[in-house]
């Protein structure tokens, strides 16, 4: 018998492969407690943005809720507002049902 992943590692089938990893940077629109989330990356890997308070961040993900990814979807980055560091080791990004 082959073997088997558990439910929520990242080589389960119901994950994604690539996740956030603790020490990422997760920007985001400030509506973390509105799940899903719209997560995603930039090709190399790191993209900047200016905070409300005018500082500049080097973030690695930026994470949307459904209603920002809807009104920003021309300009997701326009919905950026703040930065978390990611610190939890367990898998959150689940693959799209089609």
């Known amino acids: 018998m082959g073997k088997r992943s558990k439910p929520n590692s990242p080589s389960s089938t119901l994950f994604v492969q690539e996740q956030p990893k603790p020490g990422d940077v997760v920007a985001h629109c400030g509506h973390l407690n509105r799940p899903p989330h719209h997560f995603f990356r930039v090709p190399d890997g790191n993209f900047e943005y200016e905070r409300m308070d005018g500082m500049m961040v080097t973030a690695q ?6 209603d920002c990814f809807a009104k920003h979807a021309e300009n997701p980055y326009a919905a950026l507002q703040y930065d978390d560091v990611w610190t939890s080791t367990e898998p959150i990004l689940r693959k799209a049902v089609n």
Do not use: G, K
């Open 61 to 66: 993900w930026a994470a949307l809720c459904c």
